[in-house]
């Protein structure tokens, strides 16, 4: 299973903040992945031209199966995560990570029918403040649709914004979860035409295996979006991916 994890800026470049979801598009065409865990993305907001950005994506790439979490509203529109998928997805559930009066952030779970047998994945974007990825962390990990299918191998994928890498050994190792971007220094990407912090990670359990791990430096990759995309080639149950 090939799983692409990106923050795509609502499809804006970092550098020339223009909108051009084509670039987002052409991006993840060329990597061809069977799970997308895409972060920012815009629906009916007048700086994306109004584009249901989860339709136009879908449509575009080809991926019949897809969920949406809204989780920012602006005053007109507004923007979340999204999954799509190659593979069925046999079930979803959506989970709010919002602290207080913090920005709303969310999390998606979905159990994906992949040819080694099904996976959980769960996407995600965190919290800009050290104590409130530190909640947001426990707050998923002690969470009733983690715990019922941690039978399942398992990848938490996103944005974590976590600067300081921080979580891996706080939260995630005690819970049994690998850090699947490691060391931090080799997966840079952010801010994508200059790239210093390892913000966008994954963590596994269970029967996963990643055989190969990279973040996405091309012209195109620094141009389309302030992030750069995490690209992971991963063995479900020992199953390698198809060639």
């Known amino acids: 299973m090939r799983l692409l994890t990106w923050n795509i800026h609502k499809g804006i470049g970092g550098r020339d903040r223009r909108y051009r979801l084509e670039r987002i598009v052409d991006v993840?065409?060329?990597?061809?992945?069977?799970v997308l865990c895409l972060q920012e993305v815009d629906s009916g907001v007048p700086r994306s031209s109004l584009d249901h950005q989860p339709e136009v994506l879908a449509e575009r790439l080809q991926?019949?199966?897809?969920?949406?979490q809204r989780n920012v509203d602006v005053r007109e529109g507004g923007y979340g995560n999204l999954i799509l998928s190659r593979f069925p997805l046999t079930?979803?559930?959506d989970m709010s990570l919002r602290l207080k009066w913090r920005k709303p952030r969310?999390?998606?779970?979905c159990v994906v029918q992949a040819p080694g047998g099904e996976v959980l994945v769960v996407n995600w974007h965190l919290g800009l403040a050290e104590a409130e990825r530190q909640w947001q962390v426990k707050t998923l990990l002690e969470s009733e649709p983690l715990s019922a299918y941690a039978h399942l191998p398992t990848i938490i994928a996103g944005d974590t914004n976590d600067w300081r890498d921080q979580l891996q050994q706080a939260r995630f190792a005690p819970a049994g979860f690998t850090c699947a971007t490691s060391p931090a220094k080799d997966f840079r990407s952010f801010p994508a035409y200059l790239p210093l912090g390892a913000l966008d990670k994954a963590f596994i359990r269970g029967e996963l295996t990643v055989v190969a791990a990279q973040v996405i430096k091309n012209l195109l990759t620094r141009?389309?979006?302030?992030?750069?995309?995490?690209?992971?080639?991963?063995?479900?149950?020992g199953r390698s991916p198809a060639k």
Not at 63 to 68: L, Q
Not at 106 to 109: R, V, Y
């Open 28 to 34: 993840i065409t060329e990597q061809a992945p069977d």
């Open 63 to 68: 991926m019949p199966y897809s969920v949406y």
């Open 91 to 93: 079930w979803q559930h």
């Open 106 to 109: 969310g999390a998606q779970f």
């Open 223 to 237: 141009d389309a979006s302030d992030h750069l995309p995490l690209v992971l080639e991963m063995a479900v149950n």
